[in-house]
């Protein structure tokens, strides 16, 4: 099956920071990607959704000056949580779709955000 | 949008039974998604049931969809200890977009 990944797999930062994760599609071009917020005994919340060489549409209540994504391309998105605060902390998953076509998503691995 | 929910679940059950939980959601779909995830890691698609199908079998999962309930189950049977996870139900809308529900805890004692 396809294949996503997720760097880093955990990070750690000081309140205030910024923190950059990167969504990979590894054997398919993801033309839509999407990123997903999950609290502890918690379910995903979409946060939003990116298309390749577009600017992202983010879900009601998901702060687009906070959240930065990027689709650079079609095997890359990134999601940078500026200025970050311990409520931010949280597990962040991606995934990512080849055409419109394919109601599967494929997820990465997730990454653990624990900021201090 | 649309929520999947699942009645909220914690099942503890003895290697070998079966593991059976609900999902309910609220508008129209075109299909519904059963996911897995073990603790602290990714989601993996288990089976994907479209509206105009009412069963569908996978292995040791049956999923039933009843749209005039707008609910769902997941059935593992014969379960064994790697199938203790998390399990949610996800429907799709909008730009195939998903909306998760609040996920069911089984955990299979060996």
């Known amino acids: 099956g396809a294949v996503v990944s997720q760097h880093p797999s955990r990070v750690i930062c000081k309140s205030g920071t910024s923190v950059k994760i990167e969504c990979r599609s590894l054997?398919?071009?993801?033309?839509?990607m999407f990123w997903y917020r999950q609290f502890p005994k918690q379910s995903l919340m979409l946060m939003a959704t990116s298309n390749e060489g577009s600017k992202a549409t983010y879900e009601q209540g998901v702060e687009k000056d906070k959240f930065l994504i990027n689709h650079a391309s079609l095997t890359l998105s990134t999601l940078t949580v500026t200025s970050a605060h311990p409520e931010d902390s949280s597990f962040y998953i991606c995934?990512?779709?080849?055409?419109?076509?394919?109601?599967?998503?494929?997820f990465g691995p997730g990454t653990r955000l624990t900021v201090l | 949008s649309q929520q999947g929910e699942e009645d909220p679940q914690a099942l503890s059950i003895q290697e070998g039974e079966n593991a059976t939980m609900n999902c309910s959601y609220k508008?129209?779909?075109?299909?519904l998604q059963w996911y897995r995830q073990n603790s602290g890691r990714g989601l993996v698609h288990l089976i994907l049931?479209?509206?105009?199908?009412r069963e569908k079998h996978s292995g040791r999962l049956r999923v039933t969809l009843d749209t005039s309930k707008k609910s769902s189950s997941l059935l593992i049977t014969a379960s064994r200890a790697a199938d203790t996870a998390s399990y949610f139900c996800a429907t799709s809308y909008g730009n195939n977009r998903l909306a998760f529900g609040k996920g069911n805890q089984v955990v299979v004692i060996p």
């Open positions: 995934s990512a779709r080849g055409n419109q076509r394919d109601t599967l998503g494929y």
């Open positions: 049931i479209r509206s105009n199908e």
């Open positions: 508008t129209s779909i075109n299909n």
């Open positions: 054997d398919f071009q993801a033309t839509t």
